[in-house]
């Protein structure tokens, strides 16, 4: 597995805490993770066969009754190993060298187009985007809380650059044409 | 939250200019804010928005354009007539609280309705029923001394605040707190400017300060620009 998908090492890491049915880590991965962005079945079913096929869970019998969530998955000793492995490993920080709206600010000014505009448009999407995580977080609990701050500040740090860039704009602008 | 309630402006400047001297602090600026509406003003330091927010508040007289309260040329007004508005109609919240050291904290709260000829004792029954409003009851007598940076500044909200005023102007009012007390201090401050209906001002160089306001615009060369979402022609 790739260590920078999070989705099959949050599934592995909810059946250490207890044996599941696939509908039950669902509902746990959307309530915990999954933040507008809720976990597809059809995804969590692909993930559980996978984890099953490489030997991290195992999935019991079939049990009476109706639908097709009757397997009950349970994590083995090898998806115990990679839990540890990845949550003791430090994401890699992103250098984001190659930013979309860097690509951007440099095309505008190479094709005369106004890179400041864009810089100002691209200003007003992320505060929008920052306005309904502050209403998230100020009618939300903890988790949401928290969630909505590691998107503010990472808007935040774009705008700065935003900010940056613009005030630089000329010096770019000589450099692209040159 | 993000609709402005119907209705004219509330506050208005019209293609301010002032300069000091040879130095050119606005240039054109216009804004205007509807009834109960939050509008962030960001920009650079030193791009005139502290001076875009004085000229509103009538403190500056623009030397070409128009300040507006309610429809009302207020620019044109005598410096005893804007300080009465300034007084009666209009709240003031700064970065550095600006509590009078010598006072309590009931009786800084109290000071803008002395200062409009309240008597002493209905003011400070007045200001009392900021504290608990404001997580603050308790600290009634303490001087500004004796508080902390977050507590002084909801002192200040509740000063800014207790004339029930038309229009807040907050300018940097988290600037000098971390970024915990800060959050507190806005989330404070928007609860209780929405439950009076009062317009704020919000003059600030930080996104997430921003972000709690309904809208914004920056401040550019002494120019004021709303920020739309429009697609980039």
């Given at each position: 597995?790739?260590?920078?998908?999070?989705?099959?090492?949050?599934?592995?890491?909810?059946?250490?805490?207890?044996?599941?049915?696939?509908?039950?880590?669902?509902?746990?991965?959307?309530?915990?993770?999954?933040?507008?962005?809720?976990?597809?079945?059809?995804?969590?079913?692909?993930?559980?066969?996978?984890?099953?096929?490489?030997?991290?869970?195992?999935?019991?019998?079939?049990?009476p009754?109706?639908?097709?969530?009757?397997?009950?998955?349970?994590?083995?000793?090898?998806?115990?190993?990679?839990?540890?492995?990845?949550?003791?490993?430090?994401?890699?920080?992103?250098?984001?060298?190659?930013?979309?709206?860097?690509?951007?600010?440099?095309?505008?000014?190479?094709?005369?187009?106004?890179?400041?505009?864009?810089l100002?448009?691209?200003?007003?999407?992320?505060?929008?985007?920052?306005?309904?995580?502050?209403?998230?977080?100020?009618?939300?609990?903890?988790?949401?809380?928290?969630?909505?701050?590691?998107?503010?500040?990472?808007?935040e740090?774009?705008?700065?650059?935003?900010?940056?860039?613009?005030?630089?704009?000329?010096?770019?602008a000589?450099?692209?044409?040159? | 939250?993000?609709?402005a309630?119907?209705?004219?402006?509330?506050?208005?400047?019209?293609?301010?200019?002032?300069?000091?001297?040879?130095?050119?602090?606005?240039?054109?600026?216009?804004?205007?804010?509807?009834?109960?509406?939050?509008?962030?003003?960001m920009?650079?330091?030193?791009?005139?928005?502290?001076?875009?927010?004085?000229?509103?508040?009538?403190?500056?007289?623009?030397?070409?354009?128009?300040?507006?309260?309610?429809?009302?040329?207020?620019?044109?007004?005598?410096?005893?007539?804007?300080?009465?508005?300034?007084?009666?109609?209009?709240?003031?919240?700064?970065?550095?609280?600006?509590?009078?050291?010598?006072?309590?904290?009931?009786?800084?709260?109290?000071?803008?309705?002395?200062?409009?000829?309240?008597?002493?004792?209905?003011?400070?029954?007045?200001?009392?029923?900021?504290?608990?409003?404001?997580?603050?009851?308790g600290?009634?007598?303490?001087?500004?001394?004796?508080?902390?940076?977050?507590?002084?500044?909801?002192?200040?909200?509740?000063?800014?605040?207790?004339?029930?005023?038309?229009?807040?102007?907050?300018?940097?009012?988290?600037?000098?707190?971390?970024?915990?007390?800060?959050?507190?201090v806005?989330?404070?401050?928007v609860?209780?400017?929405?439950?009076?209906?009062?317009?704020?001002?919000?003059v600030?160089?930080?996104?997430?300060?921003?972000?709690?306001?309904?809208?914004?615009?920056?401040?550019?060369?002494?120019?004021?620009?709303?920020?739309?979402?429009?697609?980039?022609?």
């Amino acid at each position: 597995m790739h260590p920078g998908m999070s989705v099959p090492f949050a599934l592995l890491g909810l059946l250490e805490r207890e044996p599941s049915h696939g509908y039950d880590l669902k509902r746990d991965y959307d309530e915990f993770f999954g933040r507008g962005k809720p976990l597809p079945y059809g995804q969590v079913y692909a993930t559980l066969s996978r984890l099953a096929r490489d030997g991290r869970v195992v999935p019991g019998d079939v049990e009476p009754g109706a639908g097709p969530d009757r397997k009950r998955y349970t994590i083995t000793a090898a998806g115990k190993t990679d839990v540890e492995a990845w949550l003791t490993t430090p994401v890699e920080p992103e250098p984001h060298l190659q930013t979309v709206l860097f690509v951007k600010v440099v095309l505008a000014l190479m094709l005369g187009r106004s890179a400041e505009q864009y810089l100002d448009t691209q200003r007003a999407a992320h505060l929008q985007r920052m306005r309904e995580l502050t209403d998230v977080k100020r009618s939300g609990g903890t988790v949401d809380g928290l969630l909505a701050d590691h998107g503010l500040f990472h808007l935040e740090a774009d705008l700065r650059w935003i900010d940056l860039t613009a005030a630089r704009l000329g010096e770019l602008a000589q450099m692209v044409a040159s | 939250m993000t609709a402005a309630p119907d209705g004219g402006p509330v506050i208005e400047g019209r293609t301010l200019h002032l300069s000091f001297g040879e130095t050119p602090a606005l240039q054109g600026a216009s804004v205007s804010v509807a009834a109960g509406e939050i509008l962030a003003v960001m920009g650079p330091s030193g791009s005139g928005k502290s001076t875009l927010l004085h000229c509103l508040a009538g403190k500056l007289r623009p030397q070409r354009g128009e300040v507006l309260y309610q429809g009302r040329r207020v620019d044109t007004l005598g410096e005893g007539e804007r300080t009465a508005l300034r007084r009666d109609r209009l709240g003031f919240v700064f970065q550095f609280g600006q509590l009078v050291p010598e006072l309590t904290a009931a009786e800084n709260v109290a000071l803008p309705l002395l200062l409009g000829g309240m008597r002493r004792a209905p003011a400070l029954r007045e200001a009392h029923g900021w504290f608990e409003r404001l997580g603050l009851a308790g600290l009634e007598s303490r001087r500004s001394g004796e508080l902390s940076g977050g507590q002084a500044q909801r002192v200040a909200i509740a000063r800014g605040l207790v004339t029930h005023p038309n229009v807040l102007f907050a300018d940097e009012p988290t600037g000098s707190l971390d970024s915990l007390t800060g959050e507190r201090v806005m989330d404070l401050l928007v609860t209780a400017s929405r439950q009076e209906g009062a317009a704020m001002i919000l003059v600030t160089h930080e996104p997430r300060v921003a972000a709690y306001a309904d809208r914004e615009v920056v401040v550019r060369d002494g120019k004021a620009a709303a920020l739309t979402l429009g697609r980039v022609s």
